[in-house]
């Protein structure tokens, strides 16, 4: 295969899905693949990939790769970035992207570690610009930044991989937006031969044992988030904000503080450490707000904030700011909704 | 049979609790302000080693850290805690490094030490939270590499390793030597332990050494366990195009602080109950509730 310069996308798929994080990739992928005026292409590794194409083709996908054995389903390091590694050495792509997930925060150093290409983790926002390096003086044009947040989320740097090739990066689920670019889009599929890609030494790490659980909680997608941080005190008063939840049909989130203090379990976690949220209403009851936590939910369409101090961070980005605590305020939007809502 | 293990620490500003008396007046922060600090998921790592040591004795747990000399500070804590001894890898023209850099530097720094079973460190250190160099330090080394980790039990010179994924648990098999990363869903460490501390709060690298009091360098010169290994890139046959800022494929272009546009809040006392009422009656009206 000749060097093409192209994006490509690295799709990770469970039970015959392909995941969200990659679909919305490839979406960002379409838009800057266009840009450059290079072809977008997706790679799909693993077991039964029958017709998994039809899921990514609609993403306006020119090329997918796909290597099928069944020593790659469940995924694991070696056998799929010695895939990339040697594909890349091929087909010269210029940018890589892919999750930042388990698998893709596995894979991705791997690869850029064997390639010498610069990665960088979790952006939030990807852009095509040009570049003027200050000591040099050269000039590169139609870089790929990666803007990311640095330094614990408080600063926001852009990132760029002058001189290296592909330019990888990582970047969360629910960050980039989903949307599919042409139904009836139509590509090429290129089937790879595993053995040609991977050496039989790769395969040295066995799974034993893997039990999926689904999530019981399903913060990303709900309309409605009522979100307590460390001002809540307790684990005992987070069922005010449950109840509070219950009545409005929302779901219940938290900050970082209160998950390291252990008020509620890890998946509930709001923030760059945790899921990023867009809902229409998002009520933050005891939540300071340090930078790392608005970052995961400044996009919801209304804010109300609930807190004892009128000067917490939080209230600079809420709608409306409610200065009291929580245990009268909370039951009183409960009394009021349950009096007003038919 | 017993362990060489090497665990991977990182000494890195305490940014989770960035504070009013960390920020400038100008919204930046002052990275001096911030206390240094034993990167916590590196600490579920070495508490995995300890528990490694227990099962298997005879086995030498040595840290490894790269950044200045002062980060021979997080040495002693792990020695503190059981750990036997510890280096660190400092030079000036390691500075600026990106994680292909870093990951580098560390590798030359294990091919140097010779003698390893197992490289265990935290997913990520909250300075940077790439997670990207225990992975690279494993394909630098060419080893096979396991993140993710939350208990790690080795037989037979192979190592079962429970990893915490998304939506789930996985239990791997992997032989031997092996680069692990510790997620901090894994136990905690202990706590610093009275008789460990009275035995090493002496120790030192080199150039502590040098400006130690006469009475600690006769301690140091009797006691052989007290002397914390300083190596340089020289020493680690580091190519000077692969680390520091050279080494590094990334090149930040700019860093802004976050600044968030304020909105014009609406402000409602808790005690005013018609006007909580009529946001809820205004949010069941557009749809918002309801």
Redesign the interface.
Known sequence: MADNNNLIVYCEYEDGKVADVSLELLTKGRTLATRLGVKLEAIVAGDKLDGIETQIFPYGVDVVYKVEDARLY?Y???PH?SILINLFKEIKPQVCLMGA??IG??L???V???L???????CTSLEIGD?K?PRTGKEYTDLL?QIG????????????????RPQMATVREGVMKKEIYDANYKGEVINLDCDKYVDSASY????????????AVNIKNSP?IVAGGYGVGSKENFDLLFELANT??GEVGAS?AAVDAGFVE?DRQIG??GVTVRP??YIACGISG??QH??GM?ES??I??INND?NAPI???????????LE??LP??IK??K???? | MSLNIVVLAKQVPDTRNVGKDAMKEDGTINRSALPAIFNPEDLNALEQALRLKETHPGSKITLLTMGLPRAAEVIREGLYRGADTGIVLTDRALGGADTLATSYSLAQAIRHLAEYDIIIGGRQAIDGDTAQVGPQIAEKLGLPQVTYAEEIKVEDGKATIKRRIENGVEVVEAPLPLVVTVNGSAAPCRPRNARLIQKFKYAATPSEKGAASEEVKKLLDTRSYLNLYEWSAAEVEADPAQIGMPGSPTKVKTVVNVVFQAKESKRIEAADDAAIEDLVKDLIANHTIG
Not at chain 1, 116 to 122: E, K, M, N, P
Not at chain 1, 315 to 325: K, M, P, Q, R, S
Request: hydrophobic share 30%; with cysteine.
């Open positions: 469940p694991t390091s070696l970035s997930t388990c925060r596995d991705g150093p791997r850029s570690s064997c010498h290409s610069g990665l960088t983790a979790d570049h390096d930044y947040p640095a330094f614990g989320g408080n600063m926001v740097a852009s990132i760029g991989n002058p001189d290296c040295v790490v066995k799974i034993i044992d893997r039990h999926i659980e689904k999530s409605i409005l049909g970082r890890h760059q450490t229409k209403l340090q930078i608005i970052a400044q369409s209304i109300i904030s009128p209230n600079t980005i809420a709608d409306y700011v409610i200065t009291g605590n009268d305020v009183k939007l009021y909704y009096k007003n809502s038919k």
